[in-house]
Structures are given as structure tokens and as C-alpha cells.
């Protein structure tokens, strides 16, 4: 028996440290791993032994929370929890000889870790948990959360009915591939399905998809190894529909009400004057929240502008039948007033009556005695239903025009 306890205690593997004394704590294990030294030479260089093949890590992904998206500064926040795995075959040990240890929690320092970076991060909180676990056959794990701020091509043409993908982009380029390759643990549908089970935001945003692109990136004539998480993510439009179109909308459908109500002309104009003011506040609603810059006018531009655009048009149409009804009425009070006393007009020197008289209107001789009423009857039902019928004419014709063009948003909003 004396002879197996000296053997335990002299026993090693690789370059690692003998054993010690007692060999049932961790403390144990980090004498033996030769840790406890402070030589930090290990933690810099590569663990690799066969150099002909790569130190491979296993990557795995969850999705936790969306954060924020801003579309102004075309940017997206995302806490996630990302998973690291490799091997290192200078840093194992038998269980059986420390009382079945099998793992071990190590700082991140205490060997070498992936150098990783986020390539659209633009701002986020570095991890606190800056641990990783190390097995007794030389695999690490290491799983950290994130909350990072991304760079993301925003595309709201059809907001607030958008979907939007955004990638996360894991890559580093200080071991090429010959040295150093990324891979995925799961599959896409297996990593969603996590992330949905375990999603704690349930915002504006609702997480709908997510792909994986594992690609090797060409710098100076070096390959580099980089894994792309594309998020698909889909707008939840039910507070701008509230907010934004249906009040648009109720103000169109008042401002068309007054249009073909039976109230008067002057009355009308007043009504959408005011119906405009308001649907102006709801663009400065709206231009608050949209980028200042896009390649096409988004949707709900097209449809407030349009929308506008028609009010401005009804109170057009409104001041035209004002317009041509005052006209009306100047020209019959006229010709009433020349009907009843044709023999009224502006008394001028005799010569001047003669060299005007080819000039001066003169009614006809039908007009006097029995005939006058019936000439002033003909005269008002030929001037009575210009009126009308200007009026249905303009009236149907907005009609018809904002029919198409409400239809027109409606299909391009759900293609």
C-alpha cells in the first residue's frame, strides 16, 4: 500500500506539475494544473498540439431581449447570452486521483479563451461573468451574457408594418483558419425555440426568425473565421395604428363628411381649415420617429402626404363652387334688376347715347308686356343647374380619387 500512495503522489501528466499531498480540493487541482505559479504565458498562446489541424470552438447562441430599435440612428440593442466550447490538451487531469473532481470553475485569465469581437457593435456593457468552467478532459466552457448596441440597415418603407433583420456578426481576426475555426453547437430552429422560450421582452418587437451563416473572411490574402446570427424581427403595429392612421383617417372621413354635408359653403371651408391643423399635428408625430434619410419615402409618408394633398384639394374644390356661386348670383341680381327697369341706365349726353348705342343692351321686344315673365323664368332655369351639377361632378370626382388612392396604399402596405 505504501508503494500505490508514493506512485499517486508522483504521477504527472503532460507538463503539468507533480501531484499533491492531498488531493480532494480544488486548490488541489490548481497546484497540479500548476496555476497557482502566476505564469501567464499559458493563457496567451494558442493550445495547440497538432499543427496541422485548427483549435475548433463550438458556439451557441440565445437570444434574451430586444431592447430598444432606434430608426433614426439606425440602430437595434440585443442582450443575448453567447456559449463557448474547446478543448485544450494542456489541462486535464484523471478524476480518480483527486476524489472524482471532474470540473473546475477557473477566472477567464487563467488560460486562453476565443479573442472574440462583435463586428456592428457600436456600444455596449462588457460581461461581468468572467468565469469558465474547465473539464477534467481539457474542455472549457464559457457562457457570458451581452448587451451590445448594433449597427443595422433599417429599411421602413412599409413601417409600421416592417419586418427588419439585423446581424451579429462573431469573428476574430487574430488566428486565421489554419488555426482557429468558429462553429455552431444547434441548429437555427433549435436556437430559436430556446429564445422564444426564454424571451423576457414583449414590446414593440417580436422576434420571428433567426439564420446562421458560417463564412471565412479574405484579409490580406489570410482567411478568417466569422459566424453571422441574421435576427428577424417584426413590428408590432398596433400602437401607430391607434396613434397615427386610424385618427388620419377619422379626420378623412370628417373632412368628406363636410364636404357632401348640407352645410353652407363658407361654414365648410371653416371645418377644413380646421380638420387640416389637426392632421398636421399628426405629422409632426410622425417625423418624429422616422429616419431623416431613406433611399424611398416610406409608405406612411406617401399616405399622410396623399391624404393632405386631398384635404388641400377639398377646400380648392369648396372655394371654386363659392367662387362660381357668388358669380351667379352678382349676374342674375343684374339681370333681374335690368328685367324690372330696362329703361334705368346712366344718364349720358345725347351724343354719347348715340355713339353708344350699337353697345347698350337692349331687351327684346318679346320681353315686354306678357312676355317679360316668361324671359326671366328661362333665364333662372338656365342658371340654376350649373350649380348642381359642378358641384356633384367635383364632389364625385374626390370621391372617386381618394377611393384610389387609399386602395393603392392598402396594396402596396401588404405586399
Not at 504565458?41 to 430598444?68: C, G, Q, R
Not at 422564444?196 to 473572411?217: A, H, P, R
Not at 393632405?308 to 333681374?336: E, G, H, N, P
Amino acid at each position: 500500500m505504501q508503494g500505490v500512495f508514493v506512485a499517486i503522489l508522483t504521477f504527472s501528466l503532460g507538463t503539468a506539475g507533480a501531484a499533491p499531498k492531498y488531493l480532494c480540493t480544488y486548490y488541489d487541482i490548481v497546484d497540479y494544473l500548476n496555476i497557482s505559479s502566476h505564469n501567464k504565458l499559458h493563457t496567451y498562446i494558442l493550445p495547440k498540439i497538432n499543427l496541422n489541424e485548427p483549435v475548433e470552438v463550438k458556439m451557441d447562441f440565445m437570444l434574451v431581449a430586444i431592447l430598444s430599435v432606434v430608426e433614426k440612428l439606425q440602430t437595434v440593442s440585443f442582450y443575448f447570452v453567447l456559449n463557448l466550447e474547446w478543448q485544450n490538451p494542456f489541462a486535464t487531469w484523471d478524476p480518480q486521483d483527486f476524489c472524482n473532481i471532474s470540473e473546475i470553475v477557473l477566472p477567464m485569465d487563467t488560460y486562453w479563451s476565443p479573442p472574440i469581437f462583435i463586428l456592428e457593435r457600436v456600444n455596449g456593457q462588457n460581461p461581468e461573468l468572467n468565469y469558465m468552467v474547465l473539464m477534467h478532459n481539457g474542455s472549457f466552457n464559457s457562457t457570458r451574457p451581452f448587451q451590445v448596441t448594433l449597427t443595422c440597415s433599417l429599411i421602413i418603407l412599409k413601417f409600421p408594418f416592417d419586418t427588419q433583420m439585423c446581424n451579429l456578426s462573431v469573428a476574430s481576426f487574430l488566428y486565421p483558419v489554419t488555426d482557429f475555426v468558429m462553429k455552431t453547437r444547434r441548429t437555427p430552429a433549435e436556437i430559436m425555440n430556446d429564445s422564444q422560450s426564454f424571451l423576457l421582452t414583449d414590446g414593440e418587437w417580436k422576434f420571428t426568425n433567426l439564420s446562421i451563416i458560417e463564412y471565412t473572411e479574405i484579409l490580406d490574402d489570410k482567411g478568417y473565421s466569422v459566424v453571422t446570427y441574421v435576427i428577424s424581427m417584426e413590428r408590432r403595429p398596433t400602437l401607430y395604428i391607434l396613434n397615427l392612421i386610424l385618427p388620419t383617417c377619422a379626420l378623412y372621413l370628417l373632412d368628406m363628411a363636410v364636404l357632401f354635408g348640407p352645410s353652407s359653403l363658407e361654414e365648410k371651408i371653416n371645418f377644413q381649415i380646421a380638420i387640416i391643423l389637426g392632421s398636421s399635428m399628426l405629422a409632426v408625430i410622425l417625423n418624429n420617429s422616422l429616419p431623416t434619410s431613406s433611399n424611398k419615402p416610406p409608405i406612411i409618408v406617401v399616405f399622410f402626404l396623399g391624404t393632405f394633398l386631398l384635404m388641400i384639394m377639398a377646400v380648392l374644390d369648396t372655394f371654386f363652387l363659392l367662387y362660381q356661386q357668388r358669380k351667379s348670383l352678382r349676374l342674375d341680381k343684374a339681370l333681374r334688376s335690368f328685367q324690372q327697369d330696362p329703361h334705368k341706365l346712366p344718364k349720358k349726353a345725347p351724343g354719347n347715347l348715340a355713339k353708344a348705342g350699337p353697345q347698350l343692351l337692349h331687351p327684346p321686344k318679346k320681353a315686354q308686356g306678357q312676355g317679360q315673365p316668361n324671359k326671366r323664368l328661362w333665364q333662372l332655369q338656365e342658371l340654376d343647374p350649373f350649380l348642381p351639377v359642378l358641384e356633384k361632378v367635383l364632389l364625385y370626382s374626390h370621391l372617386f380619387l381618394s377611393l384610389f388612392f387609399f386602395t393603392v396604399i392598402s396594396v402596396k402596405w401588404s405586399s
